[in-house]
T-cell receptor, first 117, second 112 residues
Framework: DADVTQTPRNRITKTGKRIMLECSQT?????MYWYRQDPGLGLRLIYYSFDVKDINKGEISDGYSVSRQAQAKFSLSLESAIPNQTALYFCATSDSRGGEGGLLQQYFGPGTRLTVT | QKEVEQNSGPLSVPEGAIASLNCTYSDRVSQSFFWYRQYSGKSPELIMS????GDKEDGRFTAQLNKASQYVSLLIRDSQPSDSATYLCALARGSTLGRLYFGRGTQLTVWP
């Protein structure tokens, strides 16, 4: 039973379609994040949410939108998918209560592989 | 300049050797530093975190932080083939604590 789950795990869609990726967590964390990963580019932050009413753009938010339906759920939408949004998408969570020394460890979901044709 | 730069790799070492992975960063207010390991097709997992200058050891892993020179490194002693993965350096800045900035990753291969 994974603490951070993502659905779907794989998705193939066509250009122009609207698609939603969902993330749920049972860790009780207040902060949630969406990243995309492209080969050789590391992880790039799309959106992040520090609580249900706080949503912020990351470095590559154009073409994406998010919804934080509850503390445990954070969805990412591609309003009109395009081929260069083909990537591996990760959801992550963290706990603002932090830990030793203010370390803020992020826990990642298993990822969604999205292909836009 | 990207927030976090990693030596591009790929890095290849024989089993039993020490693998050295390096990361530099541009923002002096960065407070916390993390090393994540990512196996091919899997999600990143945290293996080390460090926030004070000096060395931090955990088993075969040692993280080193030098804030004056703005670099952080990860040493893997007695490297094993199971260490073959991509290693991602990440940092948290004081002004936006909780948001991580990731490097592009260094691919490590440990050959038997």
């Amino acid at each position: 039973d994974a603490d951070v789950t993502q659905t779907p795990r794989n998705r193939i869609t066509k250009t122009g379609k609207r698609i939603m990726l969902e993330c749920s967590q049972t860790k009780g964390h207040d902060r949630m994040y969406w990243y995309r990963q492209d080969p050789g580019l590391g992880l790039r932050l799309i959106y992040y949410s520090f609580d249900v009413k706080d949503i912020n753009k990351g470095e590559i938010s154009d073409g994406y939108s998010v919804s934080r339906q509850a503390q445990a759920k954070f969805s990412l939408s591609l309003e009109s998918a395009i081929p260069n949004q083909t990537a591996l998408y990760f959801c992550a969570t963290s706990d603002s209560r932090g830990g030793e020394g203010g370390l803020l460890q992020q826990y990642f979901g298993p990822g969604t592989r999205l292909t836009v044709t | 300049q990207k927030e976090v730069e990693q030596n591009s790799g790929p890095l290849s070492v024989p089993e039993g050797a020490i693998a050295s992975l390096n990361c530099t960063y541009s923002d002096r207010v960065s407070q916390s530093f993390f090393w994540y390991r990512q196996y091919s097709g899997k999600s990143p997992e945290l293996i080390m975190s460090i926030y004070s200058n000096g060395d931090k050891e955990d088993g075969r892993f040692t993280a080193q932080l030098n804030k004056a020179s703005q670099y952080v490194s990860l040493l893997i002693r007695d490297s094993q083939p199971s260490d073959s993965a991509t290693y991602l350096c990440a940092l948290a800045r004081g002004s936006t604590l909780g948001r991580l900035y990731f490097g592009r990753g260094t691919q490590l291969t440990v050959w038997p």
